[in-house]
């Protein structure tokens, strides 16, 4: 991963946000480095992705306190794709509790592709966490609703919490996943014939493409980081989405298995739990300070975007976020002790 911020002033994640200005100051240079970079490329497996503008690229930091930053293309709508699978596993940990998600899909890296099959296999058809396509599907399963119609709009109902806003389907998209996602339907009635799901494999593979096509920007992807950041509550709408104890699980599982096979490395470069799509979306979570959104559609060979990493990796180091970052804390020189006398035996030798 070139984060390219070898030469950034480092802070720790100790302590407040710089002051606004400054905030704006360092995510125009962020910005400006990552913009440079051209590598990569736009997904083409799901067709219509293929149509993406290979330079558009937005950056938007939405704090705690429910204020923005933004520079560049924040508002060009995109589909969400697997950066929905962080939220979906939240609102299914939030109505059915830690330990039932955890048995059902766990949350250890695979090593291995996003839409690995042979994952499951290895695995006795556990999916291996709930950020690789296996698990997405196994958690969307679990979604509490009587048919496939309920379970969706459980889901855009709860991304639209996180967001602050309605989000819809981008239609052409999920016209486009549709015909093209055999290997997720493959991957379903895999998990069906381990007994890991319990509904119609289709019907969970037709939800799941619907989640991953609605459409969002830069701007509500940083929404929804803060949400997780803020501890579940939304801080543009004020409204508690999910709980503390499932934002901390959510990031624990993001920390590990975000950014898919290289996620170890985004962990060391960067230190921040986070999620990507291959529409060209990052998302990443500051807990207790902020949330960054960025779109850029040129992702590198695992699926994560180019410029987003770059950028996000310049944000960390400059505004203190890397939660292992951290600074010897000012200490006041000990007061000298008396020291106790020595004692001597009668000899004059000390005892």
Not at 283 to 310: E, M
Not at 343 to 348: F, K, L, P, R, S
Request: glycine letters at 10%.
């Amino acid at each position: 991963m070139d984060v390219d911020a070898d030469d950034v002033i480092q802070s720790v994640s100790t302590g407040r946000m710089p002051p606004a200005p400054q905030v704006d100051d360092i995510l125009q240079q962020a910005y400006e480095r990552a913009e440079r970079h051209h590598e990569g490329r736009v997904a083409d497996y799901i067709p219509v992705l293929a149509a993406a503008d290979p330079d558009a690229f937005g950056v938007c930091v939405a704090g705690v306190d429910g204020v923005r930053h933004s520079i560049g293309d924040t508002g060009v709508r995109f589909s969400i794709q697997s950066i929905s699978k962080a939220f979906v596993y939240a609102l299914v940990v939030e109505q059915l509790g830690h330990q039932r998600v955890l048995d059902v899909v766990g949350v250890n890296n695979t090593g291995l592709a996003f839409n690995s099959v042979v994952a499951i296999e290895l695995n006795d058809g556990h999916p291996m966490n709930p950020m690789v396509n296996a698990g997405a599907i196994a958690t969307t399963a679990l979604m509490p609703g009587r048919s496939a119609e309920a379970q969706w709009e459980a889901v855009r109902e709860g991304l639209s919490r996180f967001a602050g806003r309605r989000l819809e389907l981008d239609a052409e998209v999920y016209r486009s996943e549709s015909d093209s996602n055999q290997r997720n339907r493959a991957i379903a009635q895999l998990l069906q014939s381990y007994g890991r799901i319990d509904r119609d494999p289709a019907d969970v593979v037709d939800v799941y493409t619907r989640q991953c096509a609605l459409s969002v920007d830069a701007a509500d992807l940083a929404v929804m980081a803060a949400t997780l950041a803020d501890g579940g509550v939304n801080p543009v709408s004020g409204e508690r989405v999910v709980s503390q104890d499932v934002c901390r699980d959510t990031l624990a599982v993001l920390a590990a298995n975000g950014l898919y096979e290289r996620s170890g490395e985004w962990l060391f470069e960067i230190g921040l739990p986070g999620k990507s799509g291959v529409a060209g979306g990052l998302v990443t979570i500051a807990p207790g300070k902020v949330g960054v959104g960025t779109y850029a559609p040129r992702l590198d060979s695992a699926g994560n975007s180019v410029r987003g990493q770059i950028a996000t990796a310049y944000l960390s180091r400059a505004l203190g976020l890397n939660i292992f970052a951290s600074a010897p804390q000012a200490r006041t020189p000990a007061i000298d002790q008396p020291t106790a006398p020595m004692i001597t035996d009668a000899e004059g030798l000390t005892s």
